[in-house]
């Protein structure tokens, strides 16, 4: 009689199977990374991180490079990646040859578990239709002063309470985690019409804002590698790094359609918010969920690291937070808020500070496509289909021939003309992108941002604690995140007298 297999044999050849798969896939990577091996010093800088002992931030590296290449452009092989701070190449890129640098298949591939089908990772059809959605929304008066609105009721009611329990106490406080729950409220109630309540006097600890942390930090570190596959294997097997990725997107995802089923149990027909107008014409709730994720990471993250970077160039600058406090008083008067959104607008100087923070620490450091086809961009560099091509806004705050000899120094003034503010070439100024896939989102960030600045501004002093005036270090990220924070001491400012200051003055 014939005996059937033993216990010890079945996991002798599940053992066995696995060992094959394994073995296999390392075969494989060996040979690709044999492909993508590069001995030129650029790229053993890359892969053996000695650019590190260097630089304190990659981006600061990346900016070095394209300072001493003649054409402003570089090819890290290892990456398959062409990296630009021309001008030239960015206009041609983002508007000349649009349709030939899409985000592209790779990109989408980076980024899809966490943003799916939402509109930084799509192109065609699904980016035109969302696109067309949000313009028509974005693009209305009435929205931006729901968006003022919105913000303003943060500042007021959570906010400053918040920042006046803090001086009270004297204790120190991390300004960018401040941030980054007041921009998670304001985006929820603005797009979602749902209050989260990050921001309230004890700091309460959002299960959403600390996973989508994690999702971006772990899906821009993918990016990172020489080869994708090393992160497709710990995928396919759920470990490291990926099951931390894949565990904080569940949360996300879980999340994400309690507020669609909040929204649809509230009723969404008649309300301002932007989910509720997509609302009315998407049911698919896979679709919606990326539209939510999308919508958190344009104007959670992006607001508070611009606010992160103002306030700590600011706080080093108190000639420039002098004539900010200065124009408030001309323009809003003595003791009083900003009362609407046209009268933000005339901030001019206020204007041109946040600016001049963006361009030298943007919140987005640089932006990648694909190209599609062969391809050879305005400065003579040719480009081979399916390389990524990536265009560096850090780096391109600190090229002299775009701002000149004192490119690294804060200087709000070189945005004014008679005192007015004055655009510059999109093309030079890449902050919100440009051309065709310009921020649709752009005016509503300036709202919060400078509604954000002058309110804390004329009623605190944030002074930084000792270790943190050195250049900021940041962390993995789709957007700028201080690696560290920005713990800061904050102090009521003692009399209104010290908001009339003659903008010459040293506060």
């Not at 108190?318 to 200065?326: D, G, K, N, Y």
């Not at 990648?368 to 400065?379: I, N, Y």
Request: with cysteine.
């Amino acid at each position: 009689m014939k005996s059937s297999p033993s216990f010890h044999d079945s996991w002798f050849f599940i053992f066995f199977f696995f060992f094959l798969v394994v073995l296999s896939l390392i075969i494989f990577f060996v040979l690709k990374l044999r492909v993508l091996y590069c001995t030129c010093e650029i790229c053993q800088a890359y892969v053996q991180s000695r650019w590190t002992s260097h630089f304190p931030n990659l981006c600061d590296w990346y900016a070095h490079l394209l300072k001493n290449s003649p054409t402003r452009t570089i090819h890290i092989h290892v990456l398959n990646n062409t990296i630009t701070a021309n001008p030239d190449n960015v206009e041609y890129i983002l508007k000349t040859r649009f349709d030939n640098f899409p985000k592209g298949k790779p990109f989408s591939v980076i980024l899809g578990d966490f943003l799916g089908r939402g509109i930084f990772n799509v192109d065609g059809d699904s980016w035109r239709f969302q696109r067309k959605m949000a313009s028509l929304e974005l693009g209305r008066v009435s929205i931006r002063a729901y968006s003022f609105e919105v913000v303003n009721q943060e500042i007021d009611r959570r906010l400053t309470p918040l920042l006046e329990s803090v001086c009270t106490r004297n204790e120190i406080l991390d300004l960018q985690d401040v941030f980054r729950r007041f921009s998670f409220d304001s985006i929820c109630r603005f797009s979602f019409g749902l209050d989260p309540k990050c921001l309230e006097l004890s700091l309460p600890l959002s299960k959403f804002a600390v996973s989508f942390d994690l999702a971006s930090k772990l899906s821009a570190e993918r990016a990172m590698f020489a080869s994708p596959i090393i992160w497709k294997i710990k995928r396919l097997f759920n470990i490291g790094s990926e099951k931390k990725l894949n565990q904080a997107i569940k949360i996300i995802h879980i999340l994400a359609r309690e507020v669609i089923r909040q929204r649809r149990k509230f009723g969404f027909s008649d309300e301002k918010d932007l989910l509720s107008k997509f609302m009315t014409t998407i049911s698919d709730e896979t679709y919606l969920r990326d539209i939510i994720v999308s919508f958190l990471l344009a104007g959670r993250d992006t607001v508070a690291s611009a606010l992160t970077s103002f306030f700590w160039l600011v706080a080093r600058h108190p000639v420039a937070e002098a004539a900010i406090l200065h124009e408030a008083y001309k323009v809003i008067g003595l003791n009083k808020g900003p009362t609407s959104y046209e009268q933000i607008k005339e901030l001019h100087y206020l204007h041109a500070a946040i600016y001049e923070s963006m361009r030298l620490y943007p919140p987005i450091q640089f932006d990648s496509k694909f190209c599609l086809e062969d391809d050879v961009l305005a400065d003579g560099s040719f480009v081979k289909k399916g390389t990524r091509v990536t265009y560096h806004p850090y780096a391109m705050g600190r090229m002299e021939e775009i701002w000149g000899s004192d490119c690294l120094e804060f200087k709000p003034e070189r945005w004014l003309r008679d005192g007015v503010f004055f655009h510059e070439n999109p093309f030079k100024y890449p902050v919100f992108q440009a051309g065709v896939r310009v921020c649709l989102g752009k005016e509503i960030a300036l709202v919060e941002l400078k509604s954000v600045a002058i309110s804390l501004l004329r009623r605190f002093r944030v002074e930084l604690v000792d270790g943190q005036e050195d250049k900021p270090r940041f962390s993995p990220g789709l957007t700028a995140t201080f690696r560290d924070g920005l713990r800061v001491l904050v102090r009521a400012r003692s009399s209104v007298s010290s908001q009339i200051i003659n903008k010459n003055e040293k506060l």
